[in-house]
Each structure stands twice: as C-alpha cells, then as structure tokens.
C-alpha cells in the first residue's frame, strides 16, 4: 500500500515537472474520419504525451455506422462510440464521435464549422489530421475540412459563439504511404517503443473494427487468432509499421543516433503549410518527448 502511495507521488512530480518545463499543459487535438483513425496513427504518440501531463483529444469526425459487414446504424454507431469510450480510458484521452454518417462524408460547410468549434474549445496548440490524398473519401474530406479550417479558428465572425484562437495552432499531417501528388514528409518521429503496449490496448478496444470488419473486408479473417490472449501479438503484426528509411532518419535528427537505432516503433508527421510555422525549438516544445 504504501510502496503505491509513494509512486503516485512519484509520478505526480514526474508529471508536474514535465508540465513545468512548458507554462501549462499543451492541448493537442487528433482528428480523424472513423472512430479508430487517431488510435492507428498515433496513439502511441498520444500516450506518450498523456504521461508527459498533457491534455489529448481524439475526434471521429464520422460515427463509425458503416464500418461492419453485418451490423449498422444507430445500434453500430452506439457500438463504436461505446469503444471509444474504453479507448479514452485505456489511453487517458478524451474522445469525441461527431454525428455525420460513415462513409458519406463531404467537405461541407456544417462540418466545417463543427471543426473549427471542437479545435477551439480544446485551444489547441497542435491539431493533427490525415492529408488529403488517402484511398479513403471520409479521410480525405477530413483531411480537406481540417485544411478549411486551419485560418478560420481565429476569425471571431466565424463560430461567433466560441472565441476564437488568438495564436494559430501548428497543423501537422497523420503518416501515410500515398505518392501521388507528392508523398508524405516525415518532419517530425515519435520513438514510441516504450508505450508499444498502450497503443496496442488502444487497438484492441475497436473489438467491431481489428478482429470483425477489417478482417473482414480484407479478406483476411481466418488470420485473427481465436485466442484472446494472442490479439496483440495480432495486432502488433498486423497493425503497426516499423519505421521506414526516412523515418529513421527523422528518428535520428530529433533524438541523435543511438536512441534511433534502438526505436523499434516510431510515429511520423508531416508539417502542414497552413497555421503557425514552427521553428525546431517550437516543435522541441511541442513535442516534449523529443527530448532537448
Ligand atoms: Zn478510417
């Protein structure tokens, strides 16, 4: 009992003292198309910033009604959001499922304004979203609604009824492999090696989507081990990249070689033209598990 007291308090200074290096918490805000985008692209990164006493919001722009062969609607909106909810708890994050519908997302002006108030509220100082050449429709237009927002979170007369941004966040892009019309920069890497297990727990909470509806329209149900137990075995193998070549070297500027050679899992962002422009020392801020 005692050995815990003394731990809590340990990490509670760990945590203050990881706070105070920066005036307040840092609020990063990750948005994605369906609920379980966030958690594949970065909920280690997510993690890690939670352990640093940070605040993290994931947002599902859809509400996840479309992703199974053989549930939908209301009852599998339900569903998913229910998932999220354990997701939040597992990583410490909040999440919110906005209520458009799967698979019919367009870039539209309602959403839009939907973007901006969440991105606000949270007073992002780091808003994370796809790019907007990826396979999928929902994503791209996210990556769009995100894009459209990007100036319009500090114009007061836009979303009256919530203040605006007084400084422009840094709007950074979720790693993918698409090459056209240009591939994805990796400017930023994430060792997360270290919260692997976080990350997988975040996976496994989407029981509808890893082990239902992705083996599914993949053709590769026969491949989900029966077994609990193995599932994130699963999933590690399934679901999380190694980092390429150009990540290892990003890997390597952010944390010098030694530590890069050793990251078995990293997390890569691409720095969006739009919003505020960070300099090496913003994103050293930004991103405290950099290191100096
Ligand atoms: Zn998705």
């Not at 304004?113 to 780091?126: G, P, S, T, Y």
Request: glycine share 6%.
């Amino acid at each position: 009992m005692k050995k815990g007291i003394l731990l809590t308090v340990l990490m509670a200074c760990v945590i203050a003292w990881n706070v105070g290096a920066q005036d307040r918490p840092l609020q990063i805000i990750m948005i994605g198309a369906h609920p379980d985008d966030c958690d594949i692209k970065s909920g280690g990164t997510a993690a890690l910033f939670v352990a640093m006493g940070h605040h993290v919001k994931f947002v599902s722009v859809t509400n996840g009604d479309a992703g199974h062969q053989s549930e939908g609607g209301g009852m599998l909106a339900k569903r998913r959001i229910a998932e999220t909810k354990e997701v939040a708890r597992r990583l410490g994050v909040s999440y919110d499922v906005l209520d458009n519908h799967d698979g019919e997302l367009l870039p539209s002006l309602e959403i839009r304004l939907q973007i901006i108030r969440k991105i606000r509220e949270w007073k992002a100082d780091v808003v994370i979203a796809p790019r907007s050449n990826d396979y999928h429709p929902d994503h791209r237009y996210t990556g769009v609604l995100v894009q459209d927002a990007a100036f319009m979170v500090g114009v007061p007369n836009v979303v009256p009824d919530v203040e605006p941004l007084r400084k422009n966040p840094v709007f950074l892009y979720f790693q993918d492999n698409f090459k056209k019309p240009n591939p994805f920069q990796a400017d930023i890497a994430v060792d997360i090696t270290p919260v692997i297990e976080k990350k997988l727990a975040g996976l496994d909470a989407h029981q509808s989507q890893f082990y239902e509806w992705l083996p599914w329209i993949g053709n590769y149900e026969n491949e989900v081990p029966k077994d609990p137990a193995k599932h994130k075995e699963y999933l590690l193998a399934k679901r999380v990249q190694t980092p390429n070549p150009e990540v290892r070297k990003t890997l390597e500027k952010w944390y010098g070689k030694s530590r890069a050679d050793q990251a078995k899992f990293a997390e890569a962002f691409e720095i969006c033209e739009y919003g505020t422009q960070p300099t090496e020392q913003d994103i050293r801020r930004l991103f405290p598990m950099l290191g100096k």
